[in-house]
């Protein structure tokens, strides 16, 4: 069977304005051909995977277009490498321009190059490898992307805020009119003339964004709150400019209720975009924590850089009390660093010559030389950044009944607004009340509140949960987590410190100390396994150097066989020994009895004897099982030990149910048969073992100082080495989960009263306006509440 080779391709979307806009390109951008796409409103893009067989990046953005909105310009910034005059400028410069879509400028004096660029048309891939084709190099500088885009922003809402004032002065004196009307005197306070006057331009010039709106969403088949917003105010203006022409002086004008929905919704569209901005401040604060420029040593001289000069293998110098450039190793010095930035750890770590340290961590008091081996987009703290923004870009379950009502929301209020036209004239015959009354319906409606109550508090979560150093892969993970009954964890590593320690070597009558340990340190000097380490390291400070061996064999979770001074050693469990036929095993209960591990040594002619390794209990592991417990959830410890050392760190940690002598298969198959029970199980591991089994849960917990396998396998990522950041977890994905909750009744509950309120006459035009534009408003303020979040409450 041929694989097909999918492709992902990220775009920006402009002109959404609520849930239903989000729906309806994600439904259209999903009935192409080899397409699967998910549209994130609150971050206004659209992650798209797609068959390049069956479509193109070209043909995703035209259907976009042709949806009604459009997938804006983007600007990178490229750092050039290789030019030697201005003629080498003119000649990328040229390059780059005559690809599809691109507009460049390039600069040789600072050997960059600011490129616009249509996203669909053309891709970074490509512009960099144009670049490369005129024999230079490049590469994004892709915090000044970042900066670029967080400046098209601003400079968007400062036009919309100028526009809002405008507005605001406009409509003020027609407001003013309004309060004849509550005192019960319908006398005009203001010639309606001059009405006309002030409406005209907040109608038009003003509102000429919900026209623009509504024009695109009604040509792509659908219908969005500008639609509303148009539809309702357009009726109030134009009623009220008939009743003004013809000089109906006994009937109504209603250019206030026009133009202060207008105001009211623009309003609210400036406090939701500002709030929405702070969705994503537990990133920029992120990124913000690294320095702009590094010290290196670079022939003989130390120079300052900029960050984005920096390669792999470059020697830094931090100083005291400045931030870690890159990640790197420490070959000099030593000094405390906190990395509390990254793992949520208060405790700053003690770093020396061979620690790793990772950028924007803070050297607190000594001077580090250190040598990168991440640098720019390979650094912890931007895997860390992109892992947030995808969890932030990703949909939750919970989200999808939202999705249905906004993408048929639109089309049933304009109905029931409709209908209320209709009944209000046909029952009480004044053309105007049924007008104002359908309009009331009209712009109280507000979809936008239910497309923005998942989003932006998964956003908040996932950001205010890296900073505590958990890492959420997506918001399914961080829904699901909530709904865990049962933990597993596996024990090394999870519930222990993962560092083991040889406490006792038994040699067997007859054989010495130093020949035990010989043997051993030869079977196991090409294990990465935390027990062989700790025998090798032993031996090691011993003076015992490891020897040759032939006919190496792994038996999975049981032990190892080789050829060692001709004959074949066996090293594993007592059980795993007794099985290949090793005589007079010698009884470890005693070393079991003290939640230590025992290995055993020998061969089918004599038995070698015993090592025991202990790792103890991490310090806060018990507080983190009764912490668990508390919160309803039943922790299960797996272990390949005996049952006598596994009972031994059960009792320590406070668990009541483990199972020991597991093998790696048969921790997935314990999972299985958990979740067989209606159970929703996560999984809690480090080693590669452990990978089967956190894939195989409903949510996986990696511990971040463990294998690389077990962390791809994982939904969530922690950064602390503790336990207790599993029910951390936990506890944030049940905040998160009650603000969507609150955010979504809200939603619903406003649209349920607010609706049959307008359609009976009870609400102003002016009051449905601003309780629409309050709704959004009130929905993105409750999800950043979650900022007040605290790990360990």
């Given amino acids: 069977m041929q694989t097909v080779n999918r492709l992902r391709i990220d775009l920006p979307i402009s002109g959404m304005t609520c849930s239903a806009c989000a729906t309806r390109i994600e439904t259209r951008l999903n009935q192409q051909s080899g397409v699967n796409a998910v549209v994130n409103l609150t971050a206004e893009k659209a992650r798209v995977d797609y068959d390049p067989s069956q479509t193109t990046p070209e043909q995703i953005v035209a259907l976009i277009q042709k949806t009604g909105y459009q997938v804006p310009q983007q600007q990178i910034t490229l750092a050039l490498e290789g030019m030697t005059c201005a003629a080498c400028a003119t000649r990328i410069e040229k390059a780059l321009n005559q690809l599809p879509g691109v507009e460049a400028r390039v600069n040789f004096a600072t050997e960059q190059a600011l490129v616009k660029y249509q996203p669909g048309q053309v891709s970074l891939e490509q512009i960099i490898d144009s670049v490369r084709k005129t024999g230079y190099s490049a590469r994004e500088l892709a915090e000044q992307g970042r900066e670029a885009e967080r400046a098209r922003k601003q400079a968007l809402y400062q036009k919309e805020f100028k526009q809002f004032w405008i507005a605001a002065v406009l409509t003020l004196p027609l407001l003013a009119q309004m309060g004849g009307m509550l005192t019960g005197d319908h006398q005009d306070w203001i010639p309606r003339w001059w009405q006309l006057a002030l409406a005209t331009p907040v109608q038009f010039w003003i509102g000429k964004r919900f026209y623009i709106g509504a024009y695109h969403a009604l040509r792509g088949g ?96 931090v100083r005291a009390g400045e931030s870690m450039p890159v990640d790197g190793e420490v070959i000099e010095g030593t000094s405390s660093v906190n990395e509390a930035m990254l793992t949520g750890e208060s405790m700053p770590l003690h770093k020396q010559s061979g620690s790793h340290v990772y950028a924007a961590t803070q050297n607190l008091d000594g001077m580090l030389k250190l040598r990168a081996t991440g640098v720019g987009n390979a650094t912890q703290l931007a895997h860390i950044v992109r892992l947030v923004e995808d969890a932030q870009g990703s949909k939750a379950p919970i989200q999808r009944l939202a999705d249905v009502i906004s993408g048929i929301f639109v089309p049933i209020v304009v109905s029931i607004a409709l209908l209320t036209f209709v009944l209000w004239w046909w029952l009480g015959g004044d053309l105007s009340v049924a007008l104002i009354n359908a309009v009331a319906v009209l712009v109280i409606a507000c979809p936008c509140a239910l497309g923005l109550a998942t989003p932006t508090a998964i956003m908040v979560g996932t950001g205010r949960g890296a900073q505590t150093g958990i890492l959420v892969r997506d918001a399914r993970a961080l829904e699901q987590a909530h709904k865990i009954t049962t933990l597993i964890v596996d024990k090394t590593g999870t519930l222990t410190a993962g560092t083991p320690t040889v406490t006792n070597v038994q040699p067997a009558p007859g054989v010495s100390e130093n020949d035990l340990l010989a043997a051993a340190t030869a079977l196991e000097q090409g294990s990465q396994h935390p027990l062989a380490t700790a025998i090798v390291k032993h ?85 983190a099982v009764a912490r668990l417990q508390d ?163």
């Fill in 222 to 317: 659908g219908a969005n709150m500008d639609v509303l917003v148009a539809l309702g105010t357009t009726m109030a203006y134009l009623l009220s400019l008939v009743v003004t022409l013809l000089g109906l002086h006994e009937q109504h004008v209603y250019f206030e209720a026009s133009s202060a929905v207008i105001t009211l919704v623009l309003l609210g569209k400036l406090m939701e975009a500002r709030a929405k901005g702070k969705t994503s401040a537990a990133i920029e604060a992120l990124i913000k924590l690294q320095p702009r420029t590094a010290r290196v040593e670079r022939d003989g001289q130390t120079l300052d850089i900029p960050i984005e000069q920096l390669q792999a293998g470059d020697v830094c110098i």
């Fill in 539 to 623: 031996a090691a400070n011993h003076g015992i150097a490891a020897a040759g061996i032939g006919d190496f064999t792994t038996i999975a979770g049981k032990g190892v066989s080789a050829r060692y001074n001709d004959e074949t050693v066996y090293l594993g469990s007592l059980a795993f020994l007794m099985e290949s036929g090793v005589p007079n095993i010698a009884d470890a209960l005693a070393l079991s009895a003290q939640g230590k591990t025992v290995i055993g040594l020998g061969s089918k002619q004599r038995f070698l004897g015993l090592i025991a390794i202990a790792d103890p209990i991490r310090d806060d592991s018990a507080a």
């Fill in 631 to 793: 919160m309803g959830v039943a922790v299960v410890m797996l272990t390949g030990d005996n049952p006598q050392t596994a009972a031994a760190i059960a009792q320590q940690a406070g668990i009541q149910r483990y199972i020991a002598e597991v093998l790696p298969q048969d921790k997935a198959q314990e999972v299985a048969r958990q979740k067989a029970q209606g159970q929703v199980v996560g999984m809690a591991g480090d080693g590669i073992n452990d990978a089967p089994a956190l894939s195989a849960a409903d949510v996986g917990f990696a511990i971040s100082s463990g294998s690389d396998i077990a962390i791809e396998a994982a939904d969530i990522t922690l950064m602390r080495n503790s336990l207790m950041s599993v029910a951390d977890a936990i506890s944030l994905s049940r905040a998160t989960l009650r603000k969507i909750r609150q955010n979504l009744f809200f939603a619903f509950i406003y649209n349920v009263l607010g609706i049959p309120l307008a359609a009976l006459g009870f609400l102003n035009p002016v009051i449905a306006g601003g309780a629409m534009a309050m709704s959004s408003v009130s929905v993105v303020s409750n999800a950043l509440l979650l900022k007040r979040w605290k790990a360990g409450a």
